[in-house]
């Protein structure tokens, strides 16, 4: 233990210096925040569906609530309830054991909602689907084969910018692939 101390006493504290801050960040955020009640009229929720995936993406999702990316920041939140929804932000391929469960929480977000796909394997099956067409005995394959999807971020994983980005096109109005 005393050695511990000594060394760290000896080394002293070796760090870098803080990055400045930069007020560019500060207006796009407050641009993108009225941006969002513009379209929504208050802060975007979020209800995030792993539908089968291998946590890569919701390793991405999570980064999304840390101090550095800060989506809580932008009027944007996640909720545990799929009734007090605005969009559902879909990972992995739909496994059979969660069609039925994806279609429910589909159906209990009120109207009008969003769905984003995350991943290769939201988007179009991945590599968990050895068929072309994305589906086997255990997967349906991607997300819009089970539910309608808004807007699909693709990345194995993607980036918590490309996620940003997703959630962003879908508010501000994405295409629908059915």
């Known amino acids: 233990m005393y050695q511990i101390i000594r060394q760290i006493l000896k080394t002293g504290i070796k760090t870098e210096t ?21 379209h929504i009229g208050r802060a975007l929720t979020i209800r995030h569906v792993d539908a089968g995936s291998c946590n890569g993406c919701d390793l991405e999702i999570h980064a999304l609530n840390n101090a550095y990316y800060n989506i809580e920041g932008l009027g944007i939140k996640f909720v545990a309830s799929p009734r007090h929804a605005d969009m559902l932000l879909v990972t992995g391929p739909v496994s059979r054991h969660m069609e039925v469960a994806l279609k ?12 984003v796909a995350v991943g ?56 629908r692939s059915d």
């Open 104 to 115: 429910r929480t589909y159906d209990a977000v009120p109207e009008p909602k969003l769905v």
């Open 18 to 38: 803080p990055p400045q801050a930069n007020d560019a960040l500060r207006v796009e955020a407050q641009r993108l925040q009225k941006e969002i009640l513009g």
């Open 120 to 175: 290769d394997c939201g988007c179009g099956g991945g590599i968990f689907c050895t068929e072309s067409v994305g589906e086997n005995y255990a997967s349906c394959g991607k997300v819009s084969n089970v539910i309608p999807v808004d807007v699909a971020v693709p990345g194995c994983p993607p980036t918590p910018i490309a996620l940003l980005r997703g959630i962003l096109t879908a508010i501000t109005g994405g295409t």
